[in-house]
């Protein structure tokens, strides 16, 4: 059983900044994949990155090149560094673990003027 604890979101002008932060309960050295997924209102949970032991990352077409995905296994923390914030991403952001499978409850991001 793994819990997952998000932290970081609020509200931020577009072209802002984020840093959300995920807090696992177990050491995460032993996890393949952690990864942030997002869920706006009326669509679907969509990845948004992910980042395996050996730190190979993945990105949803969205946010690449804006987005950064990284992890600290000492500290049992996975982050995601959000810039140049647009209002489409705003959504409630899910931290999530491979196996044990597991999901956080979220993190409010809401990006508007």
């Known amino acids: 059983q793994v819990q997952l604890v998000e932290s970081g979101g609020g509200l931020v002008q577009p072209g802002g900044s984020l840093r959300l932060s995920c807090a696992a309960s177990v050491k995460i050295f032993s996890i393949n994949t952690m990864g942030w997924y997002r869920q706006a209102p009326g669509n679907q949970r969509e990845l948004v990155a992910r980042?395996?032991?050996?730190?190979?990352?993945n990105y949803a077409d969205s946010v690449q090149g804006r987005f950064t995905i990284s992890r600290d296994n000492a500290k049992n923390m996975v982050y995601l560094q959000m810039n140049s914030l647009k209002p489409e991403d705003t959504a409630v952001y899910y931290c999530s673990a491979d196996y044990p499978p597991a999901w956080g409850k979220g993190t409010q991001v809401t990006v508007s003027s």
């Open positions: 980042i395996t032991r050996g730190l190979s990352t």
